[in-house]
């Protein structure tokens, strides 16, 4: 079966400090991997997704996330948080893109 | 391309009532997923449609419902409405492929007074 578990559903950083959000997730074939953000009263918006390429992948905004299969873990960092990522962060995961599993999210909050 | 457009954006409405809802996805989508959030609960899956069927469930009772047509776009129905079914109803998009994201629509705030 596959699900995800999101460690911390409400992390603070300072502006300028790192962003780590957890994600971990189970599954018995290779999975699809996929983070998404969601600003308030809006759908989600993808940041990065692994496909089985390169197992560090880059995204948008300077989010970048690092599939590592002998933790099934695809954690999302950011070198420097910006006021602007303050936002609910969502880590999903698919085997056959027919069904995605969410995490149940991750609350950013950015200190001035 | 325009985007996956949700119709309406806010319903409010009473117990006992019921709500359709309406997905339009991305042009050459054919797979239409549909969720629904609340606070605390993150997403939780209701159905996916694909060429006009379903073919994953989630865990929700009877009284929600699906169909999509054949210019792929999608409705929902939640009938007998509860107090409980106040959330945030999202559709997503995508190619019926592994390795392809969901494309998210803005959502439906239903409220159920």
């Known amino acids: 079966a596959q699900s995800v578990t999101q460690l911390g559903s409400h992390v603070s950083v300072s502006e300028g400090a790192l962003v780590l959000l957890r994600c971990n997730y189970s599954?018995?074939?290779?999975?699809?991997l996929f983070w998404y953000v969601q600003y308030p009263n809006q759908g989600l918006q993808l940041l990065l997704k692994?496909?089985?390429?390169?197992?560090l992948v880059k995204g948008i905004n300077g989010f970048e996330a690092e599939f590592k299969k002998s933790e099934t873990s695809f954690h999302l960092t950011k070198p420097s948080a910006h006021m602007s990522d303050a936002a609910e962060y969502f880590c999903?995961?698919?085997?056959?893109?027919?069904?995605?599993?969410f995490g149940t999210g991750t609350s950013l909050t950015v200190i001035p | 391309k325009a985007g996956v457009t949700q119709t309406p954006r806010y319903l409010i409405k009473t117990r006992g009532q019921q709500v359709t809802l309406s997905c339009s996805p991305i042009s050459g989508h054919r797979s239409v997923s549909w969720y629904q959030q609340t606070p605390g609960q993150g997403l939780q899956f209701l159905f996916e449609?694909?060429?006009?069927?379903?073919?994953n469930k989630g865990n929700f009772p009877g009284r929600f419902s699906g169909r999509q047509f054949s210019n792929s776009r999608s409705e929902m129905n939640v009938s007998t409405l509860e107090l409980g079914d106040s959330a945030l109803y999202l559709c997503a998009s995508s190619l019926p492929t592994g390795g392809n994201e969901q494309f998210f629509g803005p959502g439906t705030r239903l409220t159920v007074l």
């Open positions: 599954s018995s074939v290779p999975p699809y």
């Open positions: 999903a995961v698919t085997e056959t893109g027919n069904q995605f599993y």
């Open positions: 449609y694909f060429s006009e069927t379903q073919r």
């Open positions: 692994y496909t089985s390429a390169a197992t």
